[in-house]
């Protein structure tokens, strides 16, 4: 039996060694008796500014006898337990010898798509994986060359299109707070070490990987895919869904590419991201069903990291097991709204986020080392789907949402100069409601590439949304203190925080109206960041799995009206 102790906390300047003398003092045994103990997480406990601890659970190999002894003992202790299995299963494989039935095809290479790919993979499944923009590696050189401004915007090819998804250029935060009795976060967190990620995403309460290992690790899952019998095709932009009539209706048998080839499939996984804005359109026009799906826009705030720092850690501001502080703040403001952090980046950089020609979008990246000079977060205004009613080409239009943020992308990119500079603006203007534009920003100099044109920000974006950041953003300063400095800088806008589109589907995870079609991920309204989104790709590969696993004669031919790839 292995044992879980949970809750052991120690001072934060403490040694890897005084772990198994503090467990044993715990629970009060002989040292000679611990046989192993492993970190299986960490995280900080910071309640007492002035005396930071570092909280740990454990799993321990004791004496046979003495495990039970404490069991009895602890059996008040919720502290105390028998250890859960965390490993993943397989729902099921091909068998040996038999042939894999028709490929699945799945659209996006994201977290989502990815892991989707991966586990058909697993099961012998042999997916096609579709993706729009370029391997990691080009669609970095075009994303850094855009924001150096040495490359032209390429809509193809950016921050939020191309092999890793929008994910890639982010922190790369790995947690989730969604319910996982299937330890699908764990089989995540393992693929991504096994791909290239630092072990510490096994243990860290909020661990991130940062971008540029993000692009190393995205390469390392392809390379598994791929070698497990799957294919990836980038550059190869879906443009229609192919069908064929049966029984007076149709059945999904394909999808059809920018460049007219026809691919049969009669499962189909839709994890784009929700950026993919022509998808959505594509959808709705081939009849799928959508709906609205409330999202947030705002701004994006950047601060000194270390006056962050101080706020969060006190005097221990600056230890290097704490690195750089994050926050986590909301409020909900007199006009009945929410305000609240979102993607919140420590030491890090606001950077060009937009997917379309003549629109600003802002988002926040961090490296694994998180050591720029300012932290960030996109703080943002939840907008129902009836605000973006006007926005829409007929009353109930499912893609009003979209109409809405790309009205105020355009709104940013018109007062950024039209060139892709974000309009930005000192906090203390905009709390003053100035609509001064002075030649020079304050002292947190802006980290957004391609620039910062100082700009009057309360016309970017809807009033309702204005008046509750005017009212939020002060208040913010009774938990981080100076959080209201005149001098903090902010930029617009931030659009892009989740889906204003959800893609209905049924129990077995298919669209409600078009069976063979599965909604999956952040774009289709699944998921909200990079676990929960891989979380999603691999029930949804788990659904096909047992479809196509069930089927009495797999591999036969269909009788399907596309043309094979």
């Given at each position: 039996?292995?044992?879980?102790?949970?809750?052991?906390?120690?001072?934060?300047?403490?040694?890897?060694?005084?772990?198994?003398?503090?467990?044993?003092?715990?629970?009060?045994?002989?040292?000679?008796?611990?046989?192993?103990?492993?970190?299986?997480?960490?995280?900080?406990?910071?309640?007492?500014?002035?005396?930071?601890?570092?909280?740990?659970?454990?799993?321990?190999?004791?004496?046979?006898?003495?495990?039970?002894?404490?069991?009895?003992?602890?059996?008040?202790?919720?502290?105390?337990?028998?250890?859960?299995?965390?490993?993943?299963?397989?729902?099921?494989?091909?068998?040996?010898?038999?042939?894999?039935?028709?490929?699945?095809?799945?659209?996006?290479?994201?977290?989502?798509?990815?892991?989707?790919?991966?586990?058909?993979?697993?099961?012998?499944?042999?997916?096609?994986l579709l993706e729009r923009g370029?391997?990691?590696?080009?669609?970095?050189?075009?994303?850094?060359?855009?924001?150096?401004?040495?490359?032209?915007?390429?809509?193809?090819?950016?921050?939020?299109?191309?092999?890793?998804?929008?994910?890639?250029?982010?922190?790369?935060?790995?947690?989730?707070?969604?319910?996982?009795?299937?330890?699908?976060?764990?089989?995540?967190?393992?693929?991504?070490?096994?791909?290239?990620?630092?072990?510490?995403?096994?243990?860290?309460?909020?661990?991130?990987?940062?971008?540029?290992?993000?692009?190393?690790?995205?390469?390392?899952?392809?390379?598994?895919?791929?070698?497990?019998?799957?294919?990836?095709?980038?550059?190869?932009?879906?443009?229609?869904?192919?069908?064929?009539?049966?029984?007076?209706?149709?059945?999904?048998?394909?999808?059809?590419?920018?460049?007219?080839?026809?691919?049969?499939?009669?499962?189909?996984?839709?994890a784009v991201g929700h950026s993919?804005?022509?998808?959505?359109?594509?959808?709705?026009?081939?009849?799928?069903?959508?709906?609205?799906?409330?999202?947030?826009?705002?701004?994006?705030?950047?601060?000194?990291?270390?006056?962050?720092?101080?706020?969060?850690?006190?005097?221990?501001?600056?230890?290097?097991?704490?690195?750089?502080?994050?926050?986590?703040?909301?409020?909900?403001?007199?006009?009945?709204?929410?305000?609240?952090?979102?993607?919140?980046?420590?030491?890090?950089?606001?950077?060009?986020?937009?997917?379309?020609?003549?629109?600003?979008?802002?988002?926040?990246?961090?490296?694994?080392?998180?050591?720029?000079?300012?932290?960030?977060?996109?703080?943002?205004?939840?907008?129902?789907?009836?605000?973006?009613?006007?926005?829409?080409?007929?009353?109930?239009?499912?893609?009003?949402?979209?109409?809405?943020?790309?009205?105020?992308?355009?709104?940013?990119?018109?007062?950024?100069?039209?060139?892709?500079?974000?309009?930005?603006?000192?906090?203390?203007?905009?709390?003053?409601?100035?609509?001064?534009?002075?030649?020079?920003?304050?002292?947190?100099?802006?980290?957004?590439?391609?620039?910062?044109?100082?700009?009057?920000?309360?016309?970017?974006?809807?009033?309702?949304?204005?008046?509750?950041?005017?009212?939020?953003?002060?208040?913010?300063?009774?938990?981080?203190?100076?959080?209201?400095?005149?001098?903090?800088?902010?930029?617009?806008?931030?659009?892009?925080?989740?889906s204003p589109v959800r893609i209905?589907?049924?129990?077995?995870?298919?669209?409600?109206?078009?069976?063979?079609?599965?909604?999956?991920?952040?774009?289709?309204?699944?998921?909200?960041?990079?676990?929960?989104?891989?979380?999603?790709?691999?029930?949804?590969?788990?659904?096909?799995?047992?479809?196509?696993?069930?089927?009495?004669?797999?591999?036969?031919?269909?009788?399907?009206?596309?043309?094979?790839?």
């Amino acid at each position: 039996m292995v044992l879980r102790l949970s809750e052991l906390k120690l001072p934060l300047d403490h040694e890897e060694a005084d772990l198994a003398p503090a467990i044993c003092k715990r629970l009060k045994i002989d040292p000679a008796a611990l046989l192993m103990h492993r970190v299986i997480k960490e995280s900080v406990d910071a309640r007492r500014k002035s005396a930071i601890q570092i909280a740990y659970s454990l799993e321990l190999e004791l004496q046979p006898e003495l495990e039970r002894q404490l069991l009895k003992r602890f059996k008040r202790d919720p502290h105390l337990q028998p250890a859960s299995d965390t490993r993943y299963r397989l729902v099921g494989q091909v068998s040996p010898g038999r042939p894999a039935p028709q490929r699945p095809v799945v659209v996006g290479a994201g977290p989502c798509g990815y892991f989707c790919a991966l586990v058909l993979a697993e099961m012998g499944l042999k997916p096609l994986l579709l993706e729009r923009g370029k391997p990691v590696k080009e669609r970095t050189a075009d994303t850094f060359g855009f924001w150096r401004r040495t490359q032209p915007f390429n809509p193809e090819s950016n921050a939020q299109f191309g092999e890793g998804g929008a994910g890639t250029f982010s922190d790369g935060k790995l947690y989730s707070q969604v319910r996982d009795p299937k330890h699908l976060g764990r089989k995540v967190l393992e693929e991504l070490v096994a791909a290239g990620a630092n072990p510490e995403i096994l243990v860290k309460h909020h661990p991130h990987i940062g971008t540029f290992k993000l692009a190393t690790v995205v390469r390392g899952l392809r390379r598994k895919i791929t070698e497990l019998g799957g294919e990836i095709r980038f550059e190869s932009r879906v443009t229609q869904l192919c069908f064929e009539p049966v029984d007076g209706g149709r059945r999904l048998c394909g999808v059809e590419l920018a460049d007219g080839q026809r691919i049969a499939a009669q499962q189909v996984v839709m994890a784009v991201g929700h950026s993919a804005r022509d998808t959505f359109s594509m959808l709705h026009e081939q009849g799928v069903t959508l709906e609205r799906k409330a999202f947030s826009v705002g701004f994006r705030i950047e601060h000194p990291q270390p006056l962050i720092d101080a706020a969060r850690w006190g005097a221990c501001a600056g230890h290097p097991r704490l690195g750089a502080a994050e926050y986590k703040l909301v409020k909900h403001v007199s006009n009945g709204r929410c305000v609240y952090s979102f993607c919140m980046c420590p030491g890090g950089l606001v950077v060009g986020a937009t997917s379309e020609v003549g629109r600003v979008v802002t988002n926040g990246m961090s490296q694994h080392s998180r050591n720029e000079r300012n932290a960030n977060s996109g703080i943002v205004v939840n907008i129902e789907t009836d605000d973006v009613e006007s926005y829409g080409a007929h009353p109930g239009d499912p893609l009003a949402g979209i109409a809405f943020q790309r009205h105020w992308e355009a709104k940013a990119f018109e007062l950024g100069g039209s060139s892709y500079a974000a309009p930005g603006q000192r906090l203390g203007d905009f709390l003053a409601a100035s609509s001064a534009t002075p030649a020079a920003l304050g002292t947190v100099k802006p980290s957004y590439n391609p620039g910062v044109v100082p700009a009057d920000l309360g016309q970017s974006l809807p009033d309702f949304v204005i008046e509750a950041l005017r009212e939020a953003l002060p208040q913010f300063n009774q938990s981080i203190p100076g959080y209201a400095m005149d001098d903090a800088l902010l930029t617009g806008v931030e659009t892009r925080t989740s889906s204003p589109v959800r893609i209905p589907r049924t129990k077995a995870l298919e669209s409600v109206n078009t069976p063979g079609l599965y909604p999956a991920g952040e774009g289709a309204g699944f998921a909200g960041g990079i676990l929960s989104a891989a979380m999603d790709g691999i029930r949804v590969a788990e659904a096909i799995g047992l479809t196509l696993l069930r089927q009495e004669h797999p591999g036969e031919p269909s009788g399907s009206a596309c043309d094979p790839a």
